[in-house]
Every structure is written in C-alpha cells, then in structure tokens.
C-alpha cells in the first residue's frame, strides 16, 4: 500500500529564515506532487516532479526529488508572512492516477 | 491553464435534505473527475472517482447510497449528498483530469463547504 508521510507537520518560523519539509512515500510511484492550500481555499498547484534527481524552482520555493529514497524536499528560502499556508505532498501512479496524500504542513511565519 | 470550476461555494441546508454539487471542467475534456472531502486541519480524502459514463468507483468507508455521483458529459461530474446530517458538514472538493492530451495532470476546483444544522 503506497503511504506519505510529511515532517514536520506544524512550523512556526521567523521571516528570513530557511526551512525544509520533507515528504517520504513507502512505494515506487510514477510523480510527486507538491501543493499550496490557504485557509478555506482549495489547493494550488506548486511543482510536478517526475524524475530522480528532478529540481523545481519558483520563487523562494524549490522542490527536490530522489526516487531511490523515495523522498522530496520543500525548501523555503528567506521565508516571508505571505508563505504561511499548509503544503501538501501527494504521489500518484500511471495505473489510477489516483493521488495519495501526505498529512499536510501547517507553515505559520512571523514577521 | 486548465479551469475547474463548482457550485455552489458555500450551502446551508438543514438535516435530512438533500444537497447537490456540481464541478465543471471549464476548458477540456475530463473523462475522470475525482471527489474529495477534506474536514478541518486534515488532509483530503478521497471519497470516490467519478468516470464519464459508467458508474463512479466508491472509496472504502463511502456509502455510495448516501454520496451519489453523476458523471453524465465529460465536462459534468455531480456529487449529491442524500439525507445530509450534520457528520456530513465538511469541505468537498473535486478534481479533473484532462485525459485528451494524455496528461496526467489534475486540476482542483475551488470547492464547497457545506454546513448541514
């Protein structure tokens, strides 16, 4: 059965600061997806990675992958307040295309 | 970019009524559609997937008597949920996938909160 697990699941971080979510799956999948939720809202889009060794890059975003430890990185870099917000991981497969959810990382960054 | 769209945003409805949900694939053809219900300070969880045509594939836990799917084109996937109580107070949201380019990619809609008092 393919599990995600994310770590931390609750950060709290000054502005200016770097940080790093980890998200780990338990089986081969085909990608990993990294998304955005604001309170109330539904999910945005972050970053597709699809390949070992894959680096994605979006503002003081980036996301990593290593397929042979079935684990990606979400690294923020100089984190501001408008980041604050709960980022999911999610992996899936060609099979179903069925995504199968990380908990969630709930980022709180004080100014 | 790809648009999902769903209505309403936001329903009240008392006990024992009934409540439908609509999600749109604005731009593209989406032969799959996924449902998910999120309660607060929790991840999604997907209840059921919605196949253009044919009946929806329920997740185990989910009464398909209960959460009634229509996939009836494949821009339209409805989500009515039948004699709601208050335990079905949630976030739903759906999800589409546009399958004509062979992509793998889905596309969220906004989603609905629904309070049921």
């Known amino acids: 059965e393919l599990k995600v697990e994310q770590n931390p699941l609750f950060l709290s971080m000054q502005e200016g600061k770097n940080y790093t979510i980890y998200c780990n799956y338990s089986?081969?999948?085909?990608?990993l997806y990294w998304y955005r939720q604001d309170p109330g809202k539904s999910l945005e889009s972050l970053f597709v990675?699809?390949?070992n060794g894959a680096v994605k890059q979006e503002g003081r975003l980036m996301a990593s992958l290593d397929t042979k430890a079935r684990l990606s990185t979400l690294h923020i870099t100089a984190a501001v307040h408008d980041l604050s917000a709960t980022y999911f991981c999610?992996?899936?497969?060609?099979?179903?295309?069925?995504?199968?959810w990380g908990a969630g990382t709930k980022l709180i960054i004080k100014p | 970019g790809a648009v999902v769209s769903q209505h309403p945003s936001r329903v009240i409805c008392k006990s024992g009524t009934s409540v439908k949900i609509e999600c749109r694939s604005l731009?593209?053809?989406?032969?799959?559609m996924f449902w998910y219900r999120q309660f607060p300070k929790q991840s999604l969880m997907l209840m059921a997937t919605?196949?253009?045509?044919?009946?929806?594939?329920?997740e185990q836990g989910v009464e398909k008597d209960k959460f009634l799917i229509n996939h009836a084109s494949l821009t339209l996937s409805t989500l009515t949920v039948t004699s709601a109580h208050p335990e079905d107070s949630s976030f739903y949201i759906c999800?589409?996938?546009?399958?004509?380019?062979?992509?793998?990619?889905?596309?969220f809609g906004p989603g609905t909160r629904l309070t049921v008092t």
């Open positions: 089986t081969t999948s085909d990608r």
């Open positions: 919605s196949n253009e045509g044919s009946k929806a594939t329920y």
């Open positions: 999800s589409a996938r546009d399958t004509t380019g062979f992509t793998y990619e889905q596309y």
């Open positions: 731009d593209f053809q989406a032969t799959t």
């Open positions: 990675l699809l390949s």
């Open positions: 999610a992996v899936d497969m060609d099979s179903n295309y069925q995504l199968i």
